[in-house]
């Protein structure tokens, strides 16, 4: 037979093991309430997150209770944990009711009275060391069980009071209610749901049954209910995380359903309410607390909307339904029906019904305009017809509805993705401002003064004025001001100040002379530029010289030239090779030519630093070719399209060199004046060559000079 000095390892293990497993049931309960109470995203998960808090305090103190030395500190302990014991029951009614969506409606005063309870219980508890109103002749006492009747362990015992009991008697209804609430909502609810109302409802019951157990005759040395806390935790871990609890949660009314403005209504695979918010409820016979669960057809008081219903409920239910029914003085509404899905099952339907009055009043209205705008657009056309300036108008869409004939010919297209993107831009303005929009528009060669003016429930109205001559003169006007405003300065200033410098009296002749050579270098820039403006003016307007035409020699006008320029090209160590053949006379204008040649000859040493020039006049055939080519800073390939335009200047060369850009202009005006041609060739950094084609008179030969 055991003796009790041999008994006492196994009573340690056996109070030290209920301690342990009780500790790690408030570790896993105290782990779950910390991972709801960090982000709550819904009142019931706070209470959740609290009732999980309170079983595991319970557990916890439980634990320490069966360990603990000396009855004072159990005795502690075991009170202490009735702040756990007393708050998880009215926690879990609380919790389920605002989980079924029925706390909000509950009177105030049922909420005080579950709430009043567990006060009352928890200061009876306190104050029972001196008013023994919970427990009485509370001492410790050796239990044994039937099974183990060798092994006696230390328990607390004592005689239980009425108010015990009574409160005992409250916790198991406040359980039963809470899993009856539950039930009866997984009944009612979608498939989403049911699984985390039934495993809730298994994590309530199971420790009250476990006291029951203890209540009538303890199997263990101490309570059952604590250490079922463990069977707890893996059902509301199961919940939480293999159904989503607290993600998922019933809150479509609260949260979305009433925020929608249209009725939405959630049936099942039938006819059965599972959800349905406000604006839904107005249109059948109930309230929305009062609907769900009832069958959709005998809430429907119009009978238009019951056949609707009928026919929607009666087409398959992965089908999107949609149809406009009209109720009289109710108004007009679109009934949708929306397949609802979940885990990629079809688990019902969602009814959307959406008052369409205003919208079906205002196309009944926009079809009368139509009548009236295409009535009016009749009497537009008879007088398009008859316009001289251009007339289209388009519709809303951007489409051509009506042209005339001008138009047509300008514009030969039917919708506004096909005009020039400029007009397309100015139009898309008018449309966006709905005010009248005009610009001046180049199409093609032409420019064109663009009206356009929204026309309120027609379109756009275009209108286009040819400007291309009145357009050309403010440009040539333009161009001419922002010369004589940029270009004209710079000499001018430089002329302005050297001339203060020479009033000086302490400068020697030296410095004099300088200061008088830059004065006549600025002053012959500008009779330069004004020799180039004239000249330029009088050849693109077509004015004839006084001076008639006359036979030329381009080779003694070029060799002219290269002698007069020869030194300031060797002011800059530059050489120029000639290559001049005798040809038959060319009818022309020597001071033009002249011109030509001096303006080609000065950008050639302008723009080279080292090497030479080579000038060439030679026959080929009935045609004289004329030749500038240097070995030079070249010409950018992006710059070669434009360099024969007015006042363009090359941006590598325009940092560098001074110049306003009408040199190569007028070269080939001059060119063009006496019937030739020009062209260029040019690699950066090896040099240019301007070629130049005239035509020569017939039956002369040219001979080698």
């Known amino acids: 037979m055991p003796t009790s000095e041999t008994l006492i390892p196994w009573v340690s293990f056996i109070s030290w093991g209920s301690a342990l497993v009780l500790i790690l049931t408030a570790a896993a309960n105290g782990y779950l309430a910390w991972r709801i109470l960090r982000k709550p995203r819904r009142p019931e998960g706070k209470t959740l997150g609290y009732l999980l808090f309170a079983i595991a305090w319970w557990a916890f103190f439980y634990g320490l209770h069966i360990v603990a030395p000396g009855f004072e500190a159990k005795y502690a302990c075991n009170i202490i944990k009735y702040f756990g014991v007393i708050s998880a029951p009215v926690l879990w009614l609380m919790m389920s009711l605002q989980y ?46 039937p099974y183990l009747p060798d092994i006696e362990v230390q328990v607390l015992a004592g005689k239980h009071t009425l108010l015990y009991y009574l409160h005992t008697l409250v916790i198991y209804l406040y359980l039963v209610a809470g899993a009856v609430i539950l039930w009866r909502f997984q009944r009612t609810c979608a498939p989403i749901y049911r699984a985390q109302a039934r495993l809730m409802v298994t994590a309530g019951l199971v420790p009250m049954f476990a006291n029951i157990i203890t209540q009538v005759k303890p199997p263990w040395y101490w309570g059952l209910d604590p250490f079922f806390f463990t069977i707890t935790a893996i059902f509301l871990a199961w919940a939480i995380f293999r159904h989503r609890l607290l993600e998922l949660v019933p809150v479509a009314r609260q949260t979305v359903l009433e925020q929608i403005p249209e009725g939405v209504i959630v049936l099942d695979e039938g006819t059965t309410i599972l959800d349905i918010n406000q604006g839904a409820s107005r249109m059948l016979s109930g309230t929305p607390e009062g609907l769900p669960g009832s069958n959709i057809l005998e809430h429907t008081p119009f009978p238009m909307l019951r056949e609707a219903l009928k026919d929607m409920i009666a087409s398959p239910i992965d089908e999107h339904v949609t149809q406009e029914i009209s109720l009289s003085d109710q108004g007009t509404y679109l009934l949708q029906s929306i397949p609802l899905h979940y885990n990629k099952h079809t688990m019902g339907r969602i009814l959307i019904m959406q008052d369409i009055t205003e919208q079906v009043n205002a196309r009944r209205k926009v079809e009368a305009l139509y009548e009236q705008a295409e009535q009016e657009r009749q009497r537009l056309a008879a007088t398009l017809e008859s316009a001289s300036e251009g007339i289209i108008l388009l519709n809303a869409a951007g489409e051509v509805t009506t042209s005339n004939p001008p138009a047509q ?126 000249t330029l003016s009088r050849l693109e307007t077509g004015i004839r010289s006084h001076t008639p035409a006359a036979p030329i020699l381009m080779d003694k006008i070029a060799a002219y030239i290269v002698q007069d320029m020869e030194g300031a ?46 000038v060439t006049v030679k026959p080929d055939g009935d045609t004289l070719v004329a030749q500038v080519a240097d070995t030079g800073r070249g010409i950018p390939p992006e710059d070669l399209p434009h360099i024969f335009e007015k006042f363009y200047r090359s941006r590598g060369a325009a940092s560098r060199s001074k110049g306003i850009g009408l040199g190569l202009s007028l070269v080939k005006n001059v060119v063009k004046q006496h019937g030739g041609t020009i062209s260029v060739e040019s690699i950066p950094g090896k040099g240019t060559t301007f070629t130049m084609r005239f035509p020569l008179q017939n039956g002369n030969e040219g001979k080698e000079g």
């Open 569 to 614: 090209a060797r002011s800059k160590g530059l050489l120029v090779h000639t290559h001049l053949q005798s040809h038959p006379p060319l009818m022309g204008e020597t001071r033009l030519i002249e011109q030509m040649w001096r303006n080609l000859i000065d950008n050639a040493i302008k723009y080279t630093d080292a090497g030479f020039i080579s």
């Open 409 to 534: 010919r300008l514009l030969p297209f039917e919708d506004l993705q096909q005009f020039p993107s400029s007009l397309q831009e100015a139009i898309r303005e008018a449309q966006e401002t709905q005010k009248a929009v005009r610009r001046e528009i180049s199409i093609g060669q032409q420019t064109f003064h663009v009206g356009i003016a929204p026309v309120p429930e027609v379109g756009i109205v275009l209108t286009l004025h040819d400007v291309t001559p009145l357009t050309e003169v403010v440009r040539l006007n333009n161009e001419l001001i922002s010369i004589l405003s940029h270009d004209l300065r710079g000499p001018l200033s430089s002329i302005s100040g050297y001339a203060q410098l020479a009033q000086m009296d302490n400068l020697s002749r030296q410095e004099y002379a300088e200061i008088f050579q830059r004065i006549d270098a600025s002053a012959r820039r500008l009779a330069h530029f004004a020799t180039d403006i004239l």
């Open 100 to 145: 079924t969506r029925q706390w909000k409606t509950l009177p105030k005063g049922y909420k005080a009275v579950i709430f009043a309870i567990p006060i009352i219980a928890l200061v009876l508890v306190l104050s029972n060391p001196w008013t023994e109103l919970w427990w009485r002749d509370v001492a410790p006492k050796a239990r044994t069980l």
